[in-house]
């Protein structure tokens, strides 16, 4: 079946560093990937869509230069946690679809503590 | 836009018993598809059934099964059966973008 890997699945940073966290899929090409955000006992809040060789599209509220989101390639997408806060505090997981009408696939998610 | 509305915060079912998880949505497109996920104390995401919009039978898979009520804009999970390794948090979801509602919380009692 797919796999997505995540990378790493967890990250201690201090404030003001940058922290990259991969998505990849392992044995398909994901046309379309997606970024989430989850606080303790809540749901998985959706930051942003990529597309293959295009830019991102972020969910309003987002902060796109926070945030960066890159999906060079059909197996590939990563997102950078620029100038890391305490606030940023949080576990990302991604998603990875086939096409359009494929199911999508998770990665194991990312916990991420900024001190 | 999309909404998915899960009224269940928490929910309290005692083993072998089944239980229902409540999903309401809402949507202006014609084609879409409706997730259950669960999530154990991981954090991983496992996904349990798909519906789809125009599917006139409602989805089953093992012990899940998805009570699909189109017109009323629903999309009820039912466990039955429960199990201990059922205790996890369920999400309902939407695709396109997978939206998801706010999560029920299943502890299952022995």
């Known amino acids: 079946g797919a796999v997505v890997s995540q990378h790493p699945s967890w990250v201690i940073c201090k404030s003001g560093t940058s922290v990259k966290i991969e998505c990849r899929s392992l044995?398909?090409?994901?046309?379309?990937m997606f970024w989430y955000r989850q606080f303790p006992k809540q749901s998985l809040m959706l930051m942003a869509t990529s597309n293959e060789g295009s830019k991102a599209t972020y969910e309003q509220g987002v902060e796109k230069d926070k945030f960066l989101i890159n999906h060079a390639s059909l197996t590939l997408s990563t997102l950078t946690v620029t100038s890391a806060h305490p606030e940023d505090s949080s576990f990302y997981i991604c998603?990875?679809?086939?096409?359009?009408?494929?199911?999508?696939?998770f990665g194991s998610g990312t916990r991420l503590t900024v001190v | 836009a999309q909404k998915i509305t899960q009224t269940q915060p928490g929910m309290f079912v005692q083993e072998k018993e089944a239980v229902t998880l409540d999903c309401t949505y809402d949507t202006s497109d014609q084609s879409y598809g409706l997730f259950w996920y669960k999530q154990p104390s991981s954090g991983e995401m496992i996904f349990l059934i798909y519906q789809g919009s125009y599917d006139e039978q409602n989805a089953t898979e093992g012990r899940y099964s998805l009570n699909f009520q189109k017109a009323r804009k629903s999309a009820n999970l039912v466990i039955s059966a429960s199990q201990l390794g059922d205790s996890a948090m369920y999400f309902c979801?939407?695709?396109?973008?997978?939206?998801f509602g706010a999560g029920t919380t299943v502890t299952v009692r022995a």
């Open positions: 979801a939407m695709s396109h973008k997978l939206s």
């Open positions: 998603s990875a679809r086939r096409m359009e009408n494929a199911g999508y696939t």
């Open positions: 044995d398909f090409q994901a046309t379309t």
